[in-house]
Structures are given as C-alpha cells and as structure tokens.
C-alpha cells in the first residue's frame, strides 16, 4: 500500500489532538478526520486506510498518490500555530535550497506558460478554489492549500522587454506545517489545477 509509513505514524496519534493541530473535523464510529485540500473536502478513515473527497464535484474513486502524501503528512506534522503573516519563497524554508532543485523545482513554468500573456485568467480560475485577489505584480493570490498551509501566487505579464515571471511563496510557518515533498506535491496540485481551469474553457 501507498504511504504505508505515514499511515503507521498516524495510527499512533491521539485522534482529537491530531484534529486540533490540523485545525479540521475528528469523528467517531468509525473514526475518520475530515479536512479541506484546495477548497475539496477529503474523509481519511485510518481503520481501513482509505481517503476519499465528498461534495458534489467528487467521485466514488480513492483519491491520487499526491493528494495521499500530502493528507497524510499534514495530519502527521501540523502544529495548532498562527500564521507569521510574512511571505518568504522556497529557499527561505527550512532545508528549501537543498531540496527545491532539479526535479524538485517549484511549477512556476507552468504558471508562466498559461498566465503569462493573460494574468487576469489566473484571478478568474482562482475562483472555484476560494483564493483571495492580492496585489503584488500583474496578478497574484492567495490560496489556501490546507487549513494552516497558505500559498501566494504571483505573475508578471510578458511583455517586449521581459519573458513572464511566476513565483510562489509561502507564510513563513510553513516549515513547520509540511515535510518539503509533502509540501511540493500540494504545490504541484495547486498549479494542475489552476492551469487545468483554463484549458478547460480554451
């Protein structure tokens, strides 16, 4: 089974505490955690270790690989802490300079290929998500990846001078929040389903 390790160390966690620290629902009989990932409710039941999205737009099919780690590794490690209300990117983080590299390299490209020359599409799909409009650059949100994991995304237009730009930064308490490949692959979701959004209406 995926994730066999995580589901080991969750199954060791004091229920409601866990809920506590993760700022979502602990229910009884049987026990299951309800929590939000990307404005998508998900139920993670460790009794038969299965975790499935609920509401309208979900299906019956467990849900992938990613959206698993990245369950998972929040309910393990988040931590009942407010946010440090200060923007940082990806190296600032704990470990960050190592890890986001190579292939561990946040999307930004992809935000850049599909936003670039239109960063107004990136506020209109932010839309189903629940993001909050900010004001850096030409376009720029806020979204909630997790109940306690917010992520900023910003875009410059391209223009004659100067190629798109794309960044993502994080609140400064992230690192204590998520593990970095939990983390990467919530960002990688977050920017599939943002640049998903507009290839379904192109």
């Known amino acids: 089974m995926a994730h066999e390790g995580l589901w080991e160390q969750l199954d060791g966690l004091d229920g409601a505490e866990t809920a506590r ?46 959206e698993q780690l990245c369950l998972l590794a929040y309910l393990i490690n988040a ?3 407010p946010l440090a209300d200060k ?18 390299g946040l999307p930004t490209q992809r935000l850049e290929e599909t936003f670039g020359d239109c960063p107004q599409a990136l506020l209109e799909a932010s839309g189903r998500f629940g993001a909050k409009h900010c004001q850096f650059a030409d376009a720029s949100i806020r979204l909630d990846m997790l109940p306690r994991v917010p992520l900023t995304i910003v875009v410059w237009r391209r223009c004659e001078e100067f190629e798109a730009r794309a960044s993502i930064l994080f609140d400064k308490s992230t690192g204590e929040q998520l593990p970095l490949d939990a983390l990467l692959a919530g960002v990688n979701l977050a920017v599939k389903a943002l640049t998903g959004t507009v290839d379904e209406n192109s």
Request: glycine share 8%; hydrophobic share 35%; proline share 6%.
């Open 87 to 104: 923007l940082v990117g990806e190296n600032a983080l704990p470990g960050g300079q190592f890890f986001f590299r190579g292939v561990h």
């Open 21 to 66: 620290r993760a700022d979502c629902q602990y229910l009884d009989d049987p026990q299951r955690y309800v929590l939000t990932l990307l404005n998508t409710e998900y139920v993670v039941t460790p009794s038969d270790r299965s975790i499935f999205a609920v509401g309208a737009d979900s299906t019956d099919q467990p849900t992938g690989f990613l």
């Open 79 to 81: 931590k009942d802490l």
